[in-house]
């Protein structure tokens, strides 16, 4: 069935807040025409707003598709997918690489309308010799001023010597933001430096907070398993949004009452920035229960 794409937010926006709060892939953003690809008796196309047709088409993008007989042996798999990506026609870049043009890059997958990690997609996408754009960099919890260094190394299709591309996207895979949906990010770069694409996917260090090691050593398993006992939660059932979110308030102060004294001494009275303490906590929590 067609599913409209999401709008991706620029980073800093409010329906994106604390997406860099976990391990964030960041890949190139190109410059094309959104389009999706689905499976109903047949291969069917859309842009990002409505479905198309080969009487009312989207610069050839249908025509294209069903030619591909790859993609449809894919779909023979793989029939309760959407596939989503960057049709490349000319648009506001220029600079793409000759042999780039007139092909579809898949950038997303929804299965049962939820996104599909990378790391799974990637090789059913590979297995049937299908475009998709690769991840440049993996990176737990990156700052935006660290993103933003990373613009000049897209040069994903780009030519030689042509500068770089038009910016990148963020995803965390799981995330939701606090309207409980799943919002990527972008940074889009406004001129251009050349630089160099390297295929292979990179893996960032950042360096880690005070808040994080304190998260990392004592919201353990063990602590959110004892407080979800207290509150007699049947795991055999969806969660209750009331009684997750006492959940975290039930983990967090015993973080604060049970431990800071512990914590405290071990980091030399350190400066802690309690919000973020708590953002991290829930992250934990979550990552935890697989939520």
Known sequence: M?????????????EVEDLLSGECYVFPKIDGTNGQLWWNNGLCAGSRNRELSLENDNQGFMAWAIKQENIKAFFEEYPDVNLFGEWLVPHTLRTYKDTAWNKFYVFDIIKDFEYMHYETYKPMLEKYNIEYIPALYKVYQPTETQL????????????????????????????????????????VSNDFKSGQYKAELHELKAPVTIEQKIVNKYVTEHLVLKEKMKIHYNTTKTFNPVNVAELFNRI???????EAW??????????????????LTIEKVKQILGV
């Open 2 to 14: 067609f599913l409209k794409y999401q709008h991706i937010e620029r980073l800093g926006a409010e």
């Open 148 to 187: 933003i260094k990373l613009l000049d190394k897209n040069v994903y299709l780009i030519k030689e010597g042509e500068g770089y591309g038009e910016g990148l996207v963020i995803k965390r895979y799981g995330y939701k933001n606090k309207y409980y949906r799943t919002t990527w990010a972008k940074l």
């Open 252 to 258: 967090y102060y015993s973080l604060i009452t049970e």
């Open 262 to 279: 512990h914590f405290i001494k071990e980091h030399k009275n350190p400066t802690i920035d309690f919000k973020k303490l708590y953002k």
